[in-house]
C-alpha cells in the first residue's frame, strides 16, 4: 500500500470511526466486539481502497463490512436467531448511502466506555481509544507509559465492559453523579489532544477538538444543573476561538504572544463567557473547569499580553492549585508569575515546587525553564533546556519551534 492510500485510509477514520463504532456497538450491544469488528473493517479498506478507490460514502461502507462480520459470526456460532435475521434482511436491503450517524450513539459510546466498572485509566484510554480514534502508540504517549502497557489496558478495559454486560445506554439520571466526572474527564482530554497534539505533524488537530466540543455541548444539555458541564463547555469554547490564530498557513504554531488577536473567533468568545456565565449561575462555586474557563477568559478580554490582567491569572491558578494538585498547573502558575512579577521569581517556583524530577519524560517542563533562563540572560543553559525539550516532545511542529528557539540563541 502506497503511503498516501495509507492517509487516505487513516484521514477516513479518524473522522468516521467513533460513529462507525457506535452505531455497530447499538447493534451488538457490546463495545469492545464493536471496537473489533471495526477494525477488522478498516483492515478490509487498508487492502481494498488502493484498488478500488474511496467509497463515496466511506462512514457506511465501514459500517456495513462491520456489520457483516457480526452477522457472519453469529452465523458461525449457531446462535442466529429471528432478531438477528431480521438485522441481516434489513442490512442486505440497505444501500450503503443510507448511513445517516445517530448524535446520540457516540455520546453513549462515550457512557459505555466511562462505566464505573473501569478505573480513571482504562475509562480515559478507552474512550481516547473508540471514540477519539487515536492509536495505542499515541495515548501511550500521552501518558508517557509504554505502548504495550496501554495495548494491554484498552484490551482488559473491553473484556471487562463485556464481562460486566455494560449497557450500551445513557444512563438513567439518578446514575449520573457517578458517572459524570469520568465523562467530562474523557472528553477534555480529547479536546486536550486535538488543542495541542502530542505526536504528528500537525499541532492542531480539529477533527478532535471540534468533536470534544460536541459531546461537552451534549452533555451540557443533558445535565443543565451541573457547573462543571458548563464550566467545560465554556474551556473548550474559549479555547478553541485561537485556533485560526494558532498556526501560520504553512501549519507552524504561532505562540500566544505573537498571536493576531483579531483573528479570534469573536462568535466562540461570546458563548466561552456565556457558558462560563451559566456554571457560575448555579452558585456552586467553580471547579477546575471553571476556573481553567476564568484563565481562558482573561485572555479573551484582553487586547494583548502586556494588557492581560497576569494577576487574576495567578490567583486563578492558585485555586486551581488547591483543586488539582496537579504540577503541570503550578508549571502554568510559574509562566504567568514571569509576567505578573518576573522570571526570577517564576524560575524559583519551577525549581523548588515542582523540581528537576518533576513532569519527568514530558517536554514542557525543560521548554518553560529554558524560556525563564532565556529571559534572565543565563542563555547556554537555556539552550541546553530547549535542545532537551524538542528531544522530549513527539510532535514535529513543537519540536521544530523548540529548535528554532534554541538556535536563535
Known amino acids: 500500500m502506497t503511503d498516501d492510500a495509507r492517509r487516505t485510509v487513516e484521514a477516513v477514520w479518524r473522522i468516521e470511526g467513533a460513529r462507525v463504532v457506535a452505531t455497530v456497538a447499538r447493534m451488538v450491544g457490546d463495545v469492545g466486539l464493536a471496537e473489533d469488528l471495526a477494525q ?3 483492515a478490509d479498506a487498508l487492502v481494498q481502497w488502493p484498488e478500488s478507490g474511496v467509497p463515496r460514502n466511506a462512514g457506511a461502507w465501514l459500517t456495513a463490512v462491520a456489520k457483516r462480520r457480526a452477522i457472519d459470526g453469529w452465523r458461525r456460532r449457531e446462535r442466529l436467531d429471528e432478531r438477528y435475521r431480521a438485522i441481516a434482511r434489513d442490512l442486505e436491503e440497505a444501500a450503503e448511502d443510507e448511513w445517516e450517524p445517530i448524535g446520540d450513539d457516540v455520546l453513549k459510546l462515550v457512557f459505555a466506555a466511562c462505566h464505573p466498572v473501569l478505573s480513571r485509566e482504562a475509562q480515559v484510554a478507552l474512550t481516547l481509544r473508540v471514540v477519539g480514534g487515536l492509536t495505542a502508540e499515541e495515548i501511550a504517549r500521552m501518558f508517557l507509559v509504554p505502548v504495550p502497557t496501554m495495548q494491554q489496558r484498552i484490551v482488559r478495559a473491553k473484556k471487562t465492559l463485556t464481562a460486566a454486560r455494560v449497557p450500551f445506554e445513557v444512563p438513567e439520571p439518578h446514575e449520573w453523579g457517578g458517572r459524570l466526572a469520568g465523562v467530562l474527564a474523557v472528553v477534555y482530554l480529547v479536546f486536550t489532544e486535538g488543542y ?8 492542531i488537530r480539529h477533527d478532535l477538538a471540534d468533536e470534544a466540543l460536541r459531546l461537552g455541548r451534549m452533555v451540557a444539555a443533558l ?11 465554556a474551556l473548550m469554547e474559549l479555547q478553541a476561538s485561537r485556533f485560526a490564530a494558532r498556526t501560520a498557513p504553512d501549519g507552524t504554531p504561532i505562540l500566544l504572544a505573537d498571536q493576531d488577536r483579531g483573528r479570534w473567533d469573536r462568535g466562540q468568545i461570546t458563548r466561552g463567557r456565556a ?8 452558585g456552586r462555586g467553580r471547579g477546575p473547569y471553571a476556573l481553567q474557563a476564568a484563565i481562558a477568559a ?10 492581560t490582567d497576569w ?7 492558585e485555586a486551581l492549585e488547591q483543586l488539582t494538585k496537579n504540577p503541570v ?3 502554568n502558575r510559574a509562566v504567568a508569575v514571569a509576567q505578573a512579577v518576573g ?7 519551577v525549581d523548588t515546587e515542582i523540581g528537576p524530577d518533576g513532569l519527568r519524560g514530558g517536554h514542557l517542563l525543560p521548554s518553560v525553564r529554558g524560556e525563564l533562563l532565556a529571559r534572565l540572560g543565563r542563555t547556554d543553559e537555556a539552550r541546553a533546556e530547549l535542545l532537551r525539550a524538542a528531544g522530549l516532545t513527539g510532535n514535529e511542529r513543537q519540536r521544530a519551534v523548540l529548535l528554532e528557539k534554541a538556535a536563535a540563541l
Open 298 to 307: 482573561c485572555h479573551a478580554r484582553a487586547a494583548s499580553v502586556e494588557e
Open 40 to 42: 477488522d473493517a478498516l
Open 196 to 203: 495541542a497534539a502530542t505526536s504528528g505533524d500537525r499541532w
Open 275 to 282: 457558558a462560563l456565565a451559566r456554571s457560575d449561575a448555579l
Open 311 to 317: 494577576a487574576e491569572i495567578v490567583t486563578l491558578y
Open 329 to 331: 498547573v503550578t508549571l
Open 223 to 233: 445535565t443543565p444543573r451541573e457547573p462543571e458541564a458548563h464550566g467545560l463547555v
Open 343 to 349: 522570571p526570577e521569581a517564576a524560575l524559583r517556583i
